[in-house]
């Protein structure tokens, strides 16, 4: 499962540079260009819920399989309209949001194989393994290797995803699951029955909504400082577009770091304390950010921020794993997920609004407020988040 998880964040790393440029490369309408933005985060907002749904019902191997042969499909059938040249800006959308949505099943259901592999006291290592790839491969080594396929020729990025697509599901294919409490055998499954079960677990269990609303809150701040990231290097910071890649580079090289720190600290760190530190560390990176000028700190804050991001994220979703019945584990998984992408749009359009009256520090001031008022809020129950099962 670990290389099937490498392989494929390689493929999905350079498709996030290949995908934006195709269509760029199709139409210079504005309009049309943001829809290929619109494409990556919309599909996980809409069907979401329902692949938790699926991923509790039925067996989650198979559904890693079919949703990842749909989206092999997509790609050969987009690789085939490239290389007859009867490629249009439309059917490059259409392949693209239909990637998304295969992605949004297919990352639903892998989510739930680890821990029904992995003992909970493993869990720890096994999520640590599987964010180093996708901090290595999808962040750092796939967008770059994607712009450099495109510039080559439109469609070996869109073929190389394929052939990791196809990898990845061969791998798969071989892993041998525990059964999970499933109910396929009803003869009338109910999915809003379902549906309102995934919720009702995760509004009653204390830790997990803790947890919940912890992400959704500071995706909010989170989504409003960074949506205008690209203006703040560049007005603030006075750097170019080389420039903003070598920040978000620097994020990256922290988040390698705190790969490299996170066995060690675990061992000498609470999970629960290790979520209070990585919460105040977040909500002074919004204020590190709002005052300085300087690329060279600014640059030190990111490196900071790239380590805490990979160390907070493997935390959170080994607290999940452990309290989540594994029977629920899609369900649970895809409230997680609507929290994560809704704070996220929901806080890019109040970052925008902020930037557009006030300038582009005022984001990062609103999210330094934001994240110190719910930290403030939270703190109690942080400590006990990760020791509740």
Known sequence: MLASSWLTNLGDGVAAAAGPLLIATLTRDPLMISLSALVSWAPPLLFSLYAGVLSDRHNRRNIVLVANAARALVLAALVVLMVTGTVTVVTAL?????????????????????PMMVSKDD????NARLGTGFITLNQLAGPPIGAALFGLGFTWPFAGQLLLVMAGIVLVSRITLPPHGRQSDDPRPDTVRELIAGFSWTIRHAAVRTLALTILIFNFTFGAAWS???????????????????????GGIGGLIGTGLYGAITRKVSLGALMRIGLIIETFTHLGLALTHSPWVAGGIFLVFGAHAFIWGTTSVTVRQ?????????RVGSVNAICVYAGLVVGSLIGGVLATRFGVAAPFWFAFAGSAVFVVLVWRQLMHIAHDD
Do not use: K
């Open 228 to 250: 205008v990231l690209v203006l703040y290097t560049q007005e603030q910071l006075g750097l170019g577009a080389i420039g903003f890649g070598l920040m978000t580079t620097i």
């Open 123 to 126: 869990l720890v290592i096994a």
């Open 94 to 114: 259409v392949a693209l949001t239909l990637r998304s949505i295969a992605e949004v099943f297919a990352d639903n259901a892998t989510a739930t194989l680890t």
């Open 322 to 330: 452990r309290a989540v019945p594994r029977e629920l584990q899609g």
